[in-house]
């Protein structure tokens, strides 16, 4: 694999994609504005980048599952999904072309404005939920749910963006087995943390943690370091909201630790239903959870495992300071 050149203003992709502006950098690349020479519309063009931390010699395995689960992704078409519309493979580093969708991420609405209201991200669930619906239908995951990947488009509409490399179970094992667990660390779902593989269940408690973000302003673990940040959501209960109101009971049923006692995508989409119709009245509860239960021992077992995986995982931020 060459050395990769930077990508520029005006330059011309695969003939055809011709890079207008920056839109944005996250920790697997950066997106350009370009426009199709084939028929003068805008798309948005990502270059993808390798993580940070990751070994040079495991560059071709993870842009050749990179290449493999983007063209997967492009099959999928859903109002609240991004489309993808074609993968570039190239020497440097492949790109990824998506719709352009005129918008905000859900962080920068939240970074201007403040929390959302209650009403306001239920709205905001549903169309997440709708999206990763149709994601599970596809038999894909997303697996790095967080604030900076929801995108709230200029006729409000909510839109899930910026898949993870690896969106189908054999491509997240394939890379799990080479040490590369690639998430976000305060939307890591604690399963991931632990064994490096993902569910639905894993996206579905991203999805909490991202709606608990919107109305609390602040994501449910918030801790001075990463790793004190990963060792809480393996052993420690939430933080409980102060603002989220009737969203209380949904934020609870999908921030357990244990995947087989969260809240379905049909129970949680029932709920936030529920709180559209009568947002004056009391919600269905659930208990907030708590912290799981382990003995000292079992704690430092743990401890001990986070900590070796540490070594291992790649977790990736939006932007230094990022939510």
Same mark, same amino acid.
């Given at each position: 694999?060459?050395?990769? #050149?930077?990508?520029?203003?005006?330059?011309?992709? #695969?003939?055809?994609?011709?890079?207008?502006?920056?839109?944005?950098?996250?920790?697997?690349?950066?997106?350009?504005?370009?426009?199709?020479?084939?028929?003068?519309?805008?798309?948005?063009? *990502?270059?993808?980048?390798?993580?940070?931390?990751? #070994?040079?010699?495991?560059?071709?395995?993870?842009?050749?599952?990179?290449?493999?689960?983007?063209r997967f992704l492009s099959r999928l078409g859903h109002p609240n999904v991004v489309r993808t519309l074609d993968v570039l493979a190239d020497d440097e580093a492949p790109w990824i072309v998506m719709e352009y969708?005129?918008?905000?991420?859900?962080?920068?609405?939240i970074d201007e404005s403040g929390p959302l209201p209650p009403t306001r991200v239920a709205e905001i669930g549903l169309a997440m939920l709708d999206g990763l619906l149709a994601v599970r239908r596809a038999g894909l995951l997303h697996?790095?749910? *967080?604030? +900076?990947?929801?995108?709230?488009?200029?006729?409000?509409?909510?839109?899930?963006?910026?898949? &993870?490399?690896g969106v189908t179970v054999? &491509?997240?094992?394939?890379?799990?087995? /080479?040490?590369?667990?690639?998430?976000?660390?305060?939307?890591? /779902?604690p399963e991931r943390l632990i064994d490096g593989e993902g569910t639905p269940e894993s996206d579905l408690w991203s999805l909490g943690a991202t709606l608990y973000y919107a109305v609390e302003g602040r994501p449910p673990f918030a801790r001075a370091t990463i790793d004190d940040t990963l060792l809480a959501i393996a052993g420690e209960r939430p933080d409980p909201p102060s603002q989220a109101g009737p969203l209380t009971g949904v934020l609870a049923g999908l921030l357990r630790h244990d995947p087989d006692d969260r809240l379905t995508a049909v129970e949680a &989409? +029932?709920?936030?239903? /529920?709180?559209?119709?009568?947002?004056?009245? *009391?919600?269905?509860?659930?208990?907030?959870? #708590?912290?799981?239960s382990r003995s000292r021992v079992e704690f430092a077992v743990l401890t001990a495992l986070v900590t070796a995986l540490l070594a291992v995982v790649t977790v990736l931020s939006h932007r230094p300071g990022g939510a």
């Open positions: 694999m060459t050395s990769e #050149a930077p990508a520029r203003t005006g330059q011309l992709v #695969a003939d055809r994609y011709r890079l207008v502006e920056p839109l944005g950098a996250g920790g697997l690349g950066r997106v350009w504005l370009a426009r199709d020479r084939a028929d003068g519309r805008l798309v948005a063009i *990502k270059k993808c980048a390798l993580p940070e931390g990751l #070994a040079p010699d495991a560059a071709d395995l993870f842009f050749g599952w990179t290449v493999r689960e983007a969708v005129p918008s905000r991420s859900l962080q920068d609405v697996l790095d749910i *967080k604030p +900076s990947n929801v995108l709230i488009t200029d006729d409000g509409r909510a839109m899930l963006t910026d898949f &993870g490399p054999e &491509g997240l094992r394939a890379l799990a087995a /080479a040490g590369i667990v690639l998430g976000s660390p305060k939307y890591l /779902a &989409g +029932s709920a936030l239903s /529920a709180i559209l119709r009568r947002p004056a009245e *009391k919600a269905a509860t659930h208990p907030w959870p #708590a912290a799981p």
